[in-house]
């Protein structure tokens, strides 16, 4: 079955709909750094605006642990927002409390009202189904239907990614709607040669992806933080780089099964290894297999891809018609190990303007192409999910999919 649309809601005027967003966005010192996924949550808003309902939308920020964290307040969001959709937006001090309720009273057909960070309840997140539903009863009390518009988060069973979705008429939002309809695209017949770059932070997340991608691609391309998990399985020392231990003889698994499928593994052959963790750190490149030789013994932390590296990777980008990529190669925040990642977004965003497919996935990686200076125009699609859109790639059900009619 496919997606139950907004077209499925009916009449929308007068009505109050709560949007599950994805608001997640990267802040550095308390500033919105990219605000790619609040743009993206305006066309559904838009939408349900224009029908004539008052909405409400309601997302997480960042991974506050149950309770309220000004850290996290989504308050800065609010008033982007409010900037993008060139009109007033409210903003409640809780998320089902009592400012919320009397905010969601107060709103008006044509309103918009931001609640507070739905993590700073507990419910969100729950593992105890019943602690969950108690808290979607709640937001389901706002609102007379659901719209899921929450991509990167679809794969989690969350109060309002599923819990909220059975209790209300619901529907996905155009967002999730693109979304969806790009990675079919490349689960049904990707072009081949086929390649998945990975790279990012989110090891352990991220490795357990690749036994279910290793059928279905002909190249898999390794940077990032989980660059290191594999050269440990080869054998080589890796300093003070990240390292998931206890994932090593999984990825020698990998790589096993990668040769018995003649799936090629690209690893790195020359890592830019800092001092420290820092943007201003001292750094030199030296080969992967010889990480501790730089000056910095084993203390090194290998922060980039090199340049021999980030060629190679740009080459096989160049050579695939099909190129999905999630993970930044290194720490791009950081300048001085920001090369890896703007030579594979570079060959990507060349591989569009040769007939190819290239998607970027992920809210980091997103961000990243952007704060290079890349327009969301230059690839074949940005999709705002990362852990969401791998899962989809994996051929996974998607739980808050499932609840919108998805099979
Ligand atoms: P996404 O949000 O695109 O799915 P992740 O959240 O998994 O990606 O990872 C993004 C983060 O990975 C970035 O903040 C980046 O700094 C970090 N990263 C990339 N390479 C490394 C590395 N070698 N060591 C530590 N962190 C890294
Ligand atoms: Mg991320």
Known sequence: MALRTIDSLGDLRGRRVLVRADLNVPLQDGDIADDGRIRASVPTIRRLLDAGAAVIVASHLGRPDGAPDPAYSLAPVATRLGELLGRPVDFAADTVGEAAQSAVRALEPGGVLVLENLRFNPGETSKDAAVRGAFAEQLAGFADAVVSDGFGVVHRAQASVTDLEALRPSAAGLLVETEVGVLERLTR??????????????????????????????????????????????????????????????????????????????????????????????????????????????????????????????????????????????????????????????????????????????????????????????????????????EFLEGKRLPGLTALGWE
């Open 189 to 390: 017949s990707p072009q081949s040669p086929y390649t998945v770059v990975l790279g990012g932070s989110k090891v352990s997340d991220k490795l357990a992806v690749i036994d279910s991608l290793l059928p279905r691609v002909q190249t898999l391309v390794i940077g990032g933080g989980m660059l290191f998990t594999f050269l440990a399985a080869q054998g080589h020392r890796v300093g003070a780089s990240l390292l998931e231990a206890d994932m090593i003889e999984t990825v020698r698994g990998y790589l096993a099964k990668a040769a018995e499928l003649g799936v090629t593994i690209l690893l790195p052959t020359d890592i830019v290894v800092a001092e420290r963790f820092a943007a201003d750190a001292a750094h030199e490149t030296v080969p992967a297999d010889a990480i501790e030789s730089a000056s910095f013994g084993a203390q090194g932390i290998g922060l980039d891809i090199g340049p021999d590296t980030a060629g190679a990777f740009a080459a096989a980008v160049a050579a695939s018609k099909t190129v999905f990529w999630n993970g930044p190669m290194g720490v791009f925040e950081f300048p001085a190990f920001a090369a890896g990642t703007r030579a594979v977004a570079q060959a990507l965003a060349e591989l569009e303007g040769s007939g190819g497919f290239g998607v970027v996935g992920g809210g980091d990686s997103a961000a990243a192409v952007r704060a290079l200076g890349f327009a969301d125009e230059d690839f074949g699609h940005v999709s705002t999910g990362g852990g969401a859109s791998l």
